[in-house]
């Protein structure tokens, strides 16, 4: 699919709040055939609505549109922490949060060394007040030096959680947290589905002339 092609798709998506598999997209030639595709997918979704299906689209448009992930590459064992640079990971974790919907989404984590570093050095100064001290005092000062470092090393706290670096993880957080904001409100008429495609299909591949049996390819000139 062309850069065109995969922009129509993740628009219906996002405009109707569903899913379309690659095997669907292929199948779609006309703006025709994608308002047949989304109707049936409107009115199995009134009925039935997967929450953990919408939260991965969601998430799914949020890294291809504002991370340039590769759609193909983006499924819901795949590790966030890894896919995403880690200067990339706090903007990332803020829009999540957004598009959620929940105030107060779990805490960035810091690097793994820091963490190490920290407690490797609070653990040699616990000894030495321990051999100087008493353990007591070597136990409690050791612990108090963690603390203080944790606290001096917040601003470093940039990386996605462990816990939640799986995609799956995310999904089913938000479905717990949230599951009110992703039930779909909108009811769709056939009117209103035809008129928002022929919106998307214009804006997206920027044209004045539109007709629903036209074919991508062939009339719009989708490469």
């Not at 850069?3 to 095997?23: G, N, R, T, W």
């Not at 009115?43 to 504002?66: G, H, T």
């Not at 996605?160 to 599951?179: D, F, G, L, Q, S």
Request: with cysteine; net charge neutral.
């Amino acid at each position: 699919m062309g850069l065109e092609s995969v922009e129509l798709v993740l628009s219906m998506e996002d405009a109707f709040e569903i899913s379309i598999s690659d095997d669907e997209a292929q199948r779609v030639f006309t703006p025709k055939d994608a308002i047949e595709l989304i109707s049936k997918k409107v009115q199995l979704n009134n009925d039935n609505l997967c929450l953990n299906q919408v939260a991965f689209y969601r998430l799914r448009q949020l890294l291809v549109n504002q991370f340039d992930i590769p759609r193909k590459e983006i499924s819901p064992d795949k590790d966030l922490s890894i896919m995403l640079p880690p200067e990339k990971q706090k903007e990332f974790w803020s829009q999540l949060g957004e598009i959620m919907g929940i105030k107060n989404t779990p805490q960035l984590s810091r690097p793994t060394w820091v963490v190490w570093v920290a407690f490797l050095f609070s653990l040699g100064f616990g000894i030495y007040l321990l051999s100087v001290l008493s353990l007591g005092l070597g136990f409690l000062g050791g612990l108090i030096l963690f603390a203080v470092t944790m606290i001096s090393t917040i601003p470093l706290k940039k990386r996605i959680p462990p816990y939640y670096a799986k995609i799956e993880k995310i999904v089913r957080y938000w479905v717990v947290e949230n599951p009110k904001g992703l039930k779909k409100t909108k009811s769709w008429s056939p009117s209103q589905i035809r008129h928002e495609v022929k919106n998307i299909v214009m804006e997206v591949l920027g044209t004045d002339k539109y007709k629903e049996h036209w074919e991508f390819v062939r009339d719009f000139g989708i490469g």
